[in-house]
């Protein structure tokens, strides 16, 4: 099934985390391609420490074959790879934060896990780089494509085009 993923860093060398977790996405058993990635993102932080720094952020969107359970377990591996804690306070920075969007049309509610991603609707900073490549996207439970929820949106966060992006898989 289609599946997005959001990519975002705030702690140390941000291009190259993005980088480094993107390419161990792809290598998550079940993953495939044809693979669609959004640009690399600046944006404000939300929800976080007052001192927080920007993040970069970005979405990937893949064929994944598998329970998303066993998808969301294979991220946290990468996080924790990646030097992120297991146990932190929530939205604190980090050099890696990797979230399950959707899964083509399922929808799901554990104490584990949730698709779509309950908050994805509200933020702009996973709304602009979907929105780039799956503007016409409708998810489970909307009546609006991302593209029209971006545009309805009232979140003011400000979320820019980085100025250095992806080099080519």
Known sequence: MRTGIALGSNVGNRLEALRLARRAVLKIPGASGPLLCSSLYETDPVGTEADAGPFLN????????????????ALQ???????????????APRTIDLDILYVGNLTL???????PHPRLHLRRFVL????EIRSDLRLPGQQNTIGELLSQLLDPAAVLRAHTQWEPL
């Open 128 to 131: 602009v780089p979907l929105g």
């Open 109 to 115: 509610s554990t104490p584990d896990i949730v698709i």
């Open 77 to 91: 591996a990468i996080e924790a790879d990646m030097g992120r804690p297991s146990k932190r306070p929530r939205n």
């Open 58 to 73: 970005a979405v990937l969107e893949l064929d994944f074959e598998g329970h998303p359970a066993a998808l969301l377990d």
